[in-house]
């Protein structure tokens, strides 16, 4: 089934650690996104990329790094996990149109990260 | 700043209608999504609206007011299904989207 995947599910990491969490989807999506949700937030945004080769900084964007070298794959870094950085984290993509997109986002299951 | 206002949390009876509402302060306006999204899971699309007035969807209905930043989302012949999150997200004028924090609703017997 076409869509978005995401790895890990789940992952307990110590705090001082780099990990990367892995997102890939085969609908030929121009636009791709990382949020990050928390309990009584809303989705917040972390990293964006309207095509490959171009990213860009969402609302929460600091100690996180993204990397858009092809159009199917689009991996968020943690350099050095902090726990306030325990969250779960959902990667999504839309159709795109060089940053005028209105269109409806896809989302994966998400990768529940907790950092200790 | 911008702003996207829902309730935490509402409940209603199987087979009843519910409306769940969403008021916005957001620079700018292109376009307004509702998305349901179950404990656990991902959000999933239910409802865009860019012009004023009622969409309808089977038993779901979303409404939009332009000039009074207002939507909501009217549910009809409630399921156990039903219980999930709504989630409101508005276009702002950059074509980003501002979310709100998403309205539990619980379904009783």
């Known amino acids: 089934i076409a869509g978005i995947t995401q790895a890990p599910t789940s992952q307990i990491l110590a705090a001082g650690r780099r990990m990367t969490l892995r997102c890939t989807q085969d609908?030929?999506?121009?636009?791709m996104y990382w949020y990050r949700q928390d309990l009584g937030l809303g989705l917040r945004l972390i990293h964006y990329?309207?095509?490959?080769?171009?990213?860009g900084k969402g609302e929460v964007p600091d100690g996180y790094s993204v990397s858009r070298a092809n159009t199917d794959d689009f991996p968020l870094t943690l350099a050095s996990a902090v726990p306030s950085q325990t969250s779960v984290y959902f990667c999504?993509?839309?159709?795109?149109?060089?940053?005028?997109?209105?269109?409806?986002?896809?989302f994966g299951e998400g990768s529940r990260l907790t950092v200790l | 700043g911008q702003n996207i206002d829902q309730p935490t949390e509402m409940t209603a009876t199987e087979g009843a209608i519910v409306q769940i509402n969403c008021t916005y302060q957001?620079?700018?306006?292109?376009?307004l999504f509702w998305y349901q999204q179950h404990a656990g899971e991902a959000p999933t699309f239910l409802s865009y609206?860019?012009l004023d007035g009622l969409e309808e969807k089977g038993r779901f209905s979303s409404f939009l007011s332009r000039s009074k930043g207002y939507s909501y989302l009217l549910l009809k012949e409630l399921q156990m299904k039903d219980s999930a999150s709504y989630l409101c997200?508005?276009?702002?004028?950059?074509?980003?989207?501002?979310w709100g924090a998403g309205t539990k609703l619980i379904i009783k017997p």
């Open positions: 999504a993509s839309s159709q795109g149109d060089s940053g005028r997109d209105t269109g409806e986002l896809f």
């Open positions: 609908m030929r999506h121009n636009a």
């Open positions: 990329s309207n095509t490959a080769g171009t990213t």
């Open positions: 957001t620079s700018g306006f292109n376009g």
């Open positions: 609206n860019v």
């Open positions: 997200a508005v276009v702002d004028s950059n074509y980003q989207l501002i």
